[in-house]
Nanobody
Framework: QVQLVESGGGLVQAGGSLRLSCAAS????????MGWFRQAPGKQRELVAV???????NYAASVKGRFTISRDNAKNTVYLQMNSLKPEDTAVYLC?????????????????WGQGTQVTVSS
């Protein structure tokens, strides 16, 4: 099994910054994609950013230019640097990893979610 532990959420004023971290643990050789989603009250969950094992990234239009996703493959950890935060960024941010290869000879599989960390941006 793969466990995800997120950290770094909190309360910040508009224009401020936060850095989220998500560490994956368990029997892991490699991870294909690591990403962040968010869900605000009364809204659907949406993709914020994703990064592949090769370093390719994709961002939601609403965060492009303000957020940066990165990963440390040696630590199985993904980060989300959030700058110029806006009140509309307020949400629970959830870490997601997919395509976990347990051993070098195994097929990547699985889709795992963290429990989420609250980000609140005050105006």
């Amino acid at each position: 099994q793969v466990q995800l532990v997120e950290s770094g959420g909190g309360l910040v004023q508009a224009g401020g910054s936060l850095r989220l971290s998500c560490a994956a643990s368990g029997t892991i050789f490699s991870i294909n994609a690591m990403g962040w989603f968010r869900q605000a009250p009364g809204k659907q969950r949406e993709l914020v950013a994703v990064i592949t094992s090769g370093g390719s990234t994709n961002y939601a239009a609403s965060v492009k230019g303000r957020f940066t996703i990165s990963r440390d493959n040696a630590k199985n950890t993904v980060y989300l640097q959030m700058n110029s935060l806006k009140p509309e960024d307020t949400a629970v941010y959830l870490c997601n990893v997919e395509g976990v290869r347990r051993r070098p000879w195994t097929t990547p599989a699985g889709d795992y979610w963290g429990q989420g960390t609250q980000v609140t941006v005050s105006s």
